[in-house]
């Protein structure tokens, strides 16, 4: 008789066949690895505070008080659809607040990380936003930051490439912004180090994540699916097949065409995997980093 696992193995385990659970239903490749890299960063332990800027509909709180239910997490935003979203979907297991990253409404040296994915490039005013990051983390506090990559694969969001190279300037605002849209800037690595570095934090490496995703991923996802699907117009069936939210309720059944078509998005993605590949490639959709107040 095989002997039942127990310990942090078997939880570490536990937590991974949860998360694929709520990751079940993504069809952005890039957000998937977003949010495995910032809770490698994170690394969660029981009692500590986490702080969410830019919260958005609240899937880091939703997640983590899953993954980790003894840690405390906070989301602000200042989107009131979004929030309102969130608070339906995390109410009694994390607080989601109205705020702005630059006036965090909590006490000096009181979270012990800080998650900023994909935030700072919506900013005008990246050093206040980092100095009030600064001011609310403890000493030696976590900072997991992810970015847009200014060179990112042109088959990811192929419209603003086209853009770029027709009109020489990207789409920021409508349907088929892309990857662009409602942003000040995109990063290169040197640039990311630079805000952070000018900030006082001290940096870890900066990862480049996602080279391969499905052609056209950025407006299959964002500009047609997330469309259908706030504005209600899928049936119930569908959406628990394609929403963000909706994970766990999707049974994964090779019954479902549209199971199928997540099942090849994330076979590509698997090619991102291979690190050997990957070192070739000089275009990627994000950049991550964890940064640390000394």
């Known amino acids: ?13 536990a937590r991974e066949k949860t998360l694929g659970a709520l990751l079940r239903n993504e069809s952005d ?11 490698r960063y994170l690394d969660p332990q029981p009692g500590q505070t986490i702080l969410d800027c830019g919260t958005g509909m609240g899937f880091y709180p939703r997640a983590i008080t899953r993954l980790y ?8 935003d200042v989107d009131r659809r979004a929030l309102a979203f969130a608070r339906a979907h995390v109410a009694g297991q994390a607080l ?4 702005d990253v630059s ?7 009181s979270v012990d990380s800080v998650i900023m994915s994909e935030v700072l490039e919506h900013l005008r005013d990246e050093a206040t936003a980092l100095a009030e990051v600064w001011r609310v983390l403890k000493p030696g506090g976590k900072l997991a930051v992810t970015v847009p990559s200014r060179d990112y694969p042109w088959w990811y969001d192929p419209i603003n490439r086209l853009s770029m190279a027709i009109r020489r300037r990207p789409i920021r605002r409508g349907p088929f912004a892309g990857i662009w849209a409602n942003h000040e800037r995109l990063y290169t690595a040197e ?4 805000v952070l570095r000018s900030a006082g934090y001290a940096l870890g490496p900066v990862e480049q994540l996602t080279h391969y995703c499905f052609p056209g991923t950025q407006t299959i996802v964002y500009t047609i699916g997330k469309g ?33 078509a997540l099942a090849l998005f994330h076979r590509i993605d698997r ?14 959709v994000n950049l991550a980093v964890l940064a640390t107040k000394g």
């Open 271 to 284: 090619l991102n995997e291979d690190a050997e590949r990957l070192a070739r490639k000089r275009t990627f």
């Open 96 to 99: 989601v607040l109205f705020a």
């Open 191 to 194: 640039a990311l180090r630079q």
């Open 228 to 260: 259908l699907i706030e504005r209600n117009l899928l049936p119930k069936a569908v959406s628990r097949s394609v929403h963000r939210f909706d994970g766990e309720a999707n049974r994964n059944s090779p019954m479902n065409p549209f199971n199928w």
């Open 1 to 13: 008789m095989s002997e039942v696992e127990t310990g942090p193995q078997s939880e570490e385990k």
């Open 103 to 109: 006036r965090i409404p909590l006490a000096d040296e």
């Open 69 to 76: 239910p003894e840690t405390r997490v906070l989301g602000i």
């Open 29 to 39: 490749v890039a957000y998937r690895r977003r949010v495995r890299t910032m809770l």
